[in-house]
């Protein structure tokens, strides 16, 4: 729940005509900023639309009145209200006088992520200007220090955190405040944090250069917690961006050999993450309630970079102190991404249980309790008066896909004339690689559905993808008896292996399990059974004994 704190503080400071309006305005509870132009009308910022509060136009005399009982303005010219959260920046001529305010309502925020912050890993925030980054990572500070006892160092530059004046606002709890004298001076401050004060969270507002995201990575380093925020929509933003792409490990070119570029299925110059991530959890907040969460960075980016799915999670805030999780996994090659709708991206999740904000038992008993299995009569009907889709192959043989159509009954026919398709089905390396086959399907309105690799699993999973099924309908018995046909005996040794300890250890008994030691190709065949059953596994070990665990939700 986000409270202003002390509006009548920022108000008292405004000049009268400007102060008025807003103390009997019907929305001042979600006022957002007051914006004083010399020469213009005053203006008030609420979500969604903004709104002018007098005809009268801002003079040096209305800008002095505020000036004077504000705090000093600091070298990022922005100053303070002592003992609150509110936040005004000037903006300059060129002789250096102030011809323009901003005037920023501060709050505070109850209610966070508090199971993210239990694992003890570092958290990155993401987002544009204005969305609650800071107001975040507010409530984070109070959470780990005062909840979780831990000792918290915040680095405050513009005293935007923790409030201006020397005693930090109460809303950062027992978590200490050292402030920066000049922003250039940001990164040193942080490792002067690390050296002199023995922290074991470090909490930094907005990192925006060279110098501080490599100061950020020193700290992962040497043991500390970070918590962080930077400007960018997506986590996709920081990997087009050199000045901050270290706080993800860094990306650079590799070129492969023959036999490893064939075996992955790649061009031999790929982009791969260089080192390990300073965050390990990674959150984009895209709306004030609305955060999607990238619970494993590395994983994120590294699929990100060699074109496959990952998972993410979005929760959205009521104020009323109830949150919702949904989940999803997103492809780099789809819409999403740096040029991303944000409507469309929201529409890809699938909805699970509201969770109330109680306590972390609780909401772990409500995320373990998710279906895998929705095969409702309704759903069943709908499949049936379905009209069929016509699928045009680019390079991948017709007699695949027929063999799954037929024996999954699939209301699909395959064509040889890309006219007269419905979707492209293609191999995500080859068709990426194809400008011409992708102009005609953008011209004639023609969906593209792409597989990593071909295989059967891959390739049903896709068609259901089509149909707009859910994939974790899939008949297990009809892929088992599929794969057989295939004659590839070592594939359903490995699907029976998963699906036996899934079924008869992982989801009844709640244990990790790890499977025999198999090949690069098996693995992936044993991940995409696993990424049905909705679990999580990891490689462990070192070729050619390596193998995967399992773990229950």
């Not at 503080?9 to 103390?23: A, G, N, T, W």
């Not at 405050?156 to 930090?168: C, K, Q, R, Y």
């Not at 984009?284 to 980016?301: A, G, L, P, Q």
Request: hydrophobic content about 35%; proline content about 4%.
């Amino acid at each position: 729940m986000l409270i202003a704190d002390d509006l009548d503080k920022l108000l008292e400071s405004l000049p009268p005509f400007v102060r008025r309006p807003l103390e009997t305005h019907p929305q001042k509870d979600d006022l957002i900023e007051v914006v004083m132009d010399l020469g213009r009308r005053p203006e008030a910022r609420f979500p969604g639309h903004p709104e002018y509060l007098s005809n009268e136009m801002i003079t040096c005399n209305d800008l002095n009145y505020c000036i004077k009982r504000l705090g000093n303005f600091s070298g990022d010219n922005r100053a303070g209200i002592e003992r609150t959260l509110h936040r005004i920046s000037c903006v300059r001529n060129r002789d250096g006088s102030i011809v323009g305010l901003t005037c920023r309502v501060g709050r505070a925020i109850f209610g966070t992520i508090r199971d993210l912050l239990e694992t003890g890993k570092s958290l990155l925030l993401l987002g544009k200007p204005g969305v609650g980054k800071t107001t975040a990572i507010r409530e984070v500070a109070r959470v780990l220090a005062d909840e979780m006892q831990k000792r918290v160092v915040i680095i405050d530059t513009s005293n935007e955190i923790a409030g201006d004046g020397d005693i930090p606002h109460p809303s950062i709890g027992r978590a200490r405040r050292m402030q920066v004298s000049k922003p250039e001076r940001q990164h040193q401050v942080m490792i002067e944090a690390v050296e002199n004060h023995m922290p074991q969270v470090i909490i930094i507002d907005e990192i925006g250069t060279e110098l501080e995201a490599a100061a950020a990575c020193t700290i992962a380093e040497r043991g500390v917690q970070l918590v962080g925020t930077a400007h960018g929509n997506y986590l996709d933003s920081l990997i087009n961006n050199p000045t901050l792409a270290d706080l993800i490990g860094g990306i650079e070119y590799i070129t492969l050999g023959d036999e490893e570029a064939k075996r992955r299925g790649t061009q031999k110059s790929i982009l791969e993450r260089r080192s390990a991530s300073a965050f390990q959890i990674a959150i984009e907040i895209h709306e004030r309630y609305c955060w999607i969460i990238h619970e494993d960075v590395e994983k994120s980016i590294d699929n990100t970079l060699q074109g496959g799915d990952f998972p993410i999670q979005k929760r959205t805030f009521d104020p009323i102190g109830k949150t919702v999780i949904e989940y999803t996994h997103l492809s780099p090659l789809s819409d999403f991404g740096a040029n991303a709708n944000w409507k469309y991206y929201q529409s890809s999740f699938k909805p699970s249980r509201d969770i109330p904000s109680t306590t972390l038992k609780e909401k772990e008993s409500y995320l373990n309790e998710k279906e895998l299995y929705n095969k409702s009569s309704l759903n069943l009907e709908r499949k049936k008066q379905l009209k069929n889709i016509s699928i045009y192959s680019y390079g991948i043989n017709l007699q695949y896909i027929e063999t799954i159509v037929s024996l999954f009954n699939f209301p699909i026919v395959t064509t040889r004339k890309i006219d007269e398709a419905n979707f492209i089905l293609s191999v995500r390396n080859q068709i990426k690689h194809n400008a011409q086959i992708r102009h005609v399907a953008k011209l004639k309105n023609i969906g593209i559905q792409t597989i990593r690799s071909i295989s059967m699993p891959q390739l049903v999973r896709a068609l259901y993808c089509m149909l707009d099924w859910k994939t974790y309908e899939i008949d297990l018995k009809k892929m088992a008896l599929l794969i057989t046909k295939e004659n590839n005996f070592n594939e359903l040794e490995v699907f029976e292996e998963v699906r036996l300890a899934i079924e008869k250890l992982v989801i009844p008994k709640k244990i990790t399990v790890e499977l025999l030691p198999r090949n690069v190709s098996l693995r992936k065949i044993q991940h995409e059974l696993i990424h049905h059953y909705q679990l999580k596994a990891r490689s462990i070990g070192e070729e050619p004994d390596r193998k995967l665990r399992i773990y229950p939700n």
